[in-house]
């Protein structure tokens, strides 16, 4: 036998050998199809750990840049589905899958570590046939912060602002004068309880169907305080349907001061305020009912509403009743506007107990609040100012102090 | 006394809950979640304030309501349980010229829910896994009551809103001042650019006159002044809220503690 034949028969013996390793990547699916993918596609860049700021430790934050494949994708088998982020306790791995994120995102918050423990953690570019994995990066612990530096901006607005409430508030108790502009709804508060009284009907006063922990419930039940030492001065009839039952509690307890203010507590009667029901348009149905068999002269809204605004105004507007209502709730206003004599919109509502108690310490609180309004002026005209610059200069610098300004702003 | 307990409460409550906002450290970082719950708790205790409210309101009226329909049945001699029976529609809805006792039918039916709600979800009646399974199973008559009753209520009632939107805005939109004008023209371009009318309407419209094209000129009015107008709504409302809440922190604002011990 030549050395030809030789090679020959070597080959014809080797031949199941050499099909079987010929055919085995088909059977090897997953790694064959993740180095098709690692192949097809790029795997995500610059991968970066941190402990997640400004947190009670237990998260740990992942970014990454993308995968230059990952705005292509008209090969659906092999566009980049999304980032799969795995963890381990080892550089080596095993990692394990801890979280998804979506195609284009650059950012993965792992809200499952143990404060004081070394992760790894590797993002793999996913396609339908696999992923592109980076190299794994680490190790990086969670910890908890003492502080929030994301809310930096909030602490010190917040620290100008209370500032300047209480240096009002203070020079208001020196005894220094105060402007306060005229809101009309609160003007017409003793008139629709005198137009009441004249006709001898009772006033219903609403406080919205939020429970005492809702600051505008807060305010509703304040206003209430005052409406009530009026109403306690010209024996007129109060009626109060609250949707909850704390709410009942502090609105009678409020009503008794008034009355004893007023130095009529043989007048008051616990059956004033009522409990209806915590269900919405149960509350509505009821209050509804009152409203076409009482008949009162005067409604009052006050407080947090929300679809059943409009159905109480409306019966109220029916009846012929003079409304005066108030809200925080941008989305009501304008059923409020439409359908009652007088609105407090909005800061109005949460102004309306000092403006009617005309103690000079409340009074001083609502100048504090200009403050406010002057430094989101300022900002709302320097930031418009400056991207205006940018847009008609197309200097870059404008554009960051425009973004720097907004950011002031932002609540993390 | 009364008072000065609920206010440094309040204070020291209300500068606490203001740090944990930026302390997210334990023990600081869930106080804000805590004290909510230990408000849910004491809600739950007032609820039942809430329900023996109800049931002592309606079922004084109910009995007001069944004595003085007993006392006219009664007046014009004869037998009267007949009569009682007879002239029982007229009495139930507010046939009595005694107002304190009109209407005392709805107070039988609101007792009646209560009640009928009450026995169904605390004792799990019907419920598929009894005693162990949750109140709003299905198959429950709770969970019953509520889907063929409850909520077919609540739905009619929140239908009347179509309505109610319909009479309040034709009082809103009549032009009877400049504001009152500019409202209207701005709904009805808002209300035809959400339509096919108004697509249809402006379609002929040059390429440069893009902007008045009725969708567009809609979605321009809708992003630009109409969210300016709530932006600037919004700022009032937080530094509103703000200045409150320092007012009720401060103790400035009391009103909300009622009386005082005199």
Redesign the interface.
């Known amino acids: 036998m030549n050395r030809a034949d030789r090679l020959s028969s070597l080959l014809v013996a080797l031949s199941p050998a050499i099909l079987i390793l010929a055919l085995f990547p088909a059977f090897a699916i997953p790694q064959t199809t993740a180095d098709t993918a690692a192949a097809l596609v790029g795997p995500p860049q610059n991968v970066r750990v941190s402990d997640t700021k ?4 237990g998260s740990i934050t992942v970014t990454w840049d993308l995968s230059p494949d990952d705005h292509g994708g008209a090969d659906t088998a092999t566009a980049i589905i999304g980032y799969e982020i795995l963890r381990s306790e080892s550089a080596a791995g095993p990692f394990q899958s801890v979280g998804f994120a979506p195609k284009g995102a650059t950012r993965f918050a792992d809200a499952s570590t143990h404060d004081g423990v070394g992760y790894y953690y590797q993002v793999v570019a996913s396609t339908a046939q696999g992923g592109a994995a980076a190299a794994p990066v680490g190790p990086v612990m969670s910890s ?5 530096t994301n ?1 930096t901006n ?2 010190v607005i ?1 620290l100008l ?2 500032g300047s ?2 240096y009002y ?1 203070a020079s208001a108790r020196r005894g220094k004068k105060l402007f306060i502009r005229r809101i009309a709804g609160l003007e017409a508060v003793q008139e629709a309880i005198g137009r009441a009284t004249e006709m001898g009907r009772p006033i219903l006063y609403i406080p919205g169907i939020q ?3 809702d ?1 505008q419930t ?2 509703g ?2 206003i209430l ?2 409406v009530a030492r009026t109403i306690a001065e010209y024996d007129t009839k109060i009626e109060v349907p609250t949707s ?3 709410v ?3 609105a ?3 009503i ?2 008034a009355y ?1 203010a007023a130095g009529r507590p043989d007048a008051y009667s616990d ?1 004033a305020v ?9 509350y ?2 009821a209050v509804d ?1 009152i409203m076409v ?1 009482d008949k009162p002269a005067t409604c009052f809204y006050m407080g947090a509403f929300f ?1 059943e605004s ?2 109480m ?2 019966t109220g ?1 029916s009846i012929g009743a003079i409304q005066i209502a108030g809200t ?1 709730m ?1 989305a009501q ?1 304008p ?1 409020f ?3 009652c004599d007088y609105t407090l ?7 309306a ?2 403006y009617l ?1 005309n103690e000079p ?2 009074l001083g ?2 100048k ?2 200009d403050v ?2 002057s430094i ?1 002026m300022l900002a709302i005209a320097s930031g418009v100012i400056l991207l205006t610059l940018h847009q008609v200069t197309r200097v870059e610098w404008f554009l960051r102090a425009g973004n720097w300004v907004k950011d002031l702003f932002l609540l993390n | 006394m009364r008072r000065q307990v609920p206010l440094i409460i309040t204070l020291i409550v209300g500068a606490v809950l203001i740090i944990a906002a930026f302390i997210p450290h334990h023990p600081f970082g869930r106080l804000g979640e805590n004290f909510s719950l230990y408000f849910d708790i004491i809600a739950v205790f007032a609820f039942l304030l809430g329900g023996g409210n109800l049931v002592r309101i309606h079922g004084a009226r109910f009995l007001r309501g069944v004595r003085t329909s007993v006392q006219e049945a009664k007046k014009g001699g004869g037998f009267w349980p007949l009569k009682f029976l007879v002239e029982f529609p007229f009495f139930a809805f507010g046939g009595l010229e005694d107002k304190r006792g009109r209407d005392w039918f709805f107070s039988l039916i609101t007792l009646a829910g209560f009640f009928a709600m009450l026995y169904a979800g605390l004792f799990k009646i019907g419920n598929p896994d009894g005693w162990q399974g949750n109140v709003t199973q299905p198959g429950g008559l709770f969970q019953e009551f509520y889907q063929s009753m409850f909520n077919p209520l609540q739905a009619t009632m929140y239908a009347l809103l179509a309505f109610f939107v319909a009479s309040a805005s034709y009082r809103a939109f009549r032009a009877k001042t400049l504001e009152a004008t500019i409202l209207l023209a701005t709904a009805f371009i808002i209300l035809l650019g959400r339509t096919p009318a108004g697509t249809y309407a402006t379609d002929w419209l040059p390429s440069w006159l893009d902007f008045f094209h009725i969708p567009n000129l809609a979605n321009w009015i809708m992003a630009v002044p109409n969210l300016a107008g709530q932006r600037a709504i919004m700022i009032g409302i937080s530094l509103g809220v703000i200045a409150m809440s320092l007012r009720v922190i401060l103790g400035v604002e009391r009103t909300y503690l009622g009386a005082d011990e005199k």
């Open positions: 400004g947190d009670e430790g908890a912060q003492w502080f929030n809310r909030v602490l917040g602002l209370s409430i209480i508030i429970d005492m922990d600051v807060v305010a039940v304040t305080g005052y909850r039952s704390i009942m509690s502090t009678r307890e409020t008794k001061s004893i059956d009522h409990y209806v029901t915590d269900e919405q348009f149960g509505v149905a009912g068999r679809a409009l159905i105004a409306e507007n925080a941008p206003l059923f506007v439409a359908a919109i909005g800061e109005e509502l949460f102004a107990s000092a108690s310490k409340q609180s609502l504090g609040q406010g309004k989101a």
